[in-house]
């Protein structure tokens, strides 16, 4: 049984860091691409960030320079690293796994941006 479980959302001023996590499951975690969505209330959930087996890493625009994604296959976990937080941040993070047809979801974790 495959499972993506997030942890380390919560409530942080402006200007503020977390850093969420994603701790798989029943896959060969390495050989995934690992990425993290995120769902604001009324919008549609929209890519933030991936990381490639290799270790390649692509971020959303609105994030660069502010958000770093990570992984650690001994581990196998997942990091986003979010600085400089803005209450546009505010959504549900999800958790994302990708082989080919292979396709998992984290249940998500919710950060809320506010001062």
């Known amino acids: 049984q495959v499972q993506l479980v997030e942890s380390g959302g919560g409530l942080v001023q402006p200007g503020g860091s977390l850093r969420l996590s994603c701790a798989a499951s029943?896959?060969?975690?390495?050989?995934?691409?690992m990425a993290w969505y995120r769902q604001a209330p009324g919008k549609q959930r929209e890519l933030v960030a991936t990381?490639?087996?290799?270790?390649?890493?692509n971020l959303a625009e609105s994030v660069k320079g502010r958000f770093t994604i990570s992984r650690e296959n001994a581990k196998n976990t997942v990091y986003l690293q979010m600085n400089s937080l803005e209450p546009e941040d505010t959504a549900v993070y999800y958790c994302?796994?990708?082989?080919?047809?292979?396709?998992?979801w984290g249940q998500g974790t919710q950060v809320t941006v506010s001062s």
């Open positions: 994302n796994a990708v082989l080919g047809r292979y396709n998992y």
């Open positions: 029943g896959i060969i975690f390495r050989i995934y691409v």
């Open positions: 990381i490639t087996s290799g270790g390649s890493t």
